[in-house]
């Protein structure tokens, strides 16, 4: 099994940024994908962006241009920088992995408001 652990999130108001980050730790396959997904209240989970082993990256396009997901094989840690940042950004953001098996994060909240 795979864990994940995040870190980051918070408060900030539009315009400014945050940064997250997402160790996974466990049975980890070399070949895996490293993502972040958002749940805004009384919505569904939609996807933000990934990054696979080899570091090729999707992207939303609701988030092209302000964020930017990276990769630390090394610490098998996935990192996202949001900038930019609207309302529209608040919600709960969930790190993901697939490889071996699926795994999420336990979520970290990111509220854009001032």
């Known amino acids: 099994q795979v864990q994940l652990v995040e870190a980051g999130g918070g408060l900030v108001q539009p315009g400014g940024s945050l940064s997250l980050s997402c160790a996974a730790s466990?049975?980890?396959?070399?070949?895996?994908?490293l993502g972040w997904y958002r749940q805004a209240a009384g919505k569904g989970r939609e996807f933000v962006a990934s990054?696979?082993?080899?570091?090729?990256?999707r992207y939303a396009d609701s988030v092209k241009g302000r964020f930017t997901i990276s990769r630390d094989n090394a610490k098998n840690t996935v990192y996202l920088q949001m900038n930019s940042l609207k309302p529209e950004d608040t919600a709960i953001y969930y790190c993901?992995?697939?490889?071996?098996?699926?795994?999420w994060g336990q979520g970290t909240q990111v509220t854009v408001s001032g």
């Open positions: 993901n992995f697939r490889g071996n098996s699926v795994a």
């Open positions: 466990g049975s980890i396959f070399e070949i895996n994908t």
């Open positions: 990054v696979s082993r080899l570091r090729t990256t």
